[in-house]
């Protein structure tokens, strides 16, 4: 069955950086777009970048994530990844792998995900 296993996360320091890893398995994510959610507790989730399937499709960055976090994904090793900089508190969430199908159009929203990881916790703190 399809599965998305996270990794990567656990806790830093203000200002400093990390990269999570999102592998899947019998998926090819040559037919999904590939997202990262994130969790924070008393808020709702929320999509923090998506990347479309191929190398020339829409690629989202929330108003939070852009200028700080890049997504990349190598589509033979079935990998994506979320690398995020300059972290701060505000960072501190449970982050969420998502597969999107990609048909004629697809959000980065939570209603559009069709497949979820069990998540991974990012903690910001000094």
């Known amino acids: 069955q399809v599965r998305l296993v996270e990794s990567g996360g656990g806790l830093v320091q203000p200002g400093t950086s990390l990269r999570l890893s999102c592998a899947a398995s019998?998926?090819?994510?040559?037919?999904?777009?590939m997202g990262w959610f994130r969790q924070a507790p008393g808020k709702e989730r929320e999509g923090v970048s998506c990347l479309a399937s191929t190398s020339d499709g829409y690629t989202y960055y929330s108003d939070s994530a852009k200028g700080r976090f890049t997504i990349s994904r190598d589509n033979a090793k079935n990998t994506v990844y979320l690398q995020m900089n300059s972290l701060n508190p505000e960072d501190t969430a449970l982050y969420y792998c998502a597969a999107i199908h990609s048909g004629s159009s697809w959000r980065c929203i939570v209603d559009d995900v069709d497949y979820w990881g069990k998540g991974t916790l990012v903690l910001v703190s000094s």
């Open positions: 019998e998926l090819t994510l040559d037919f999904f777009a």
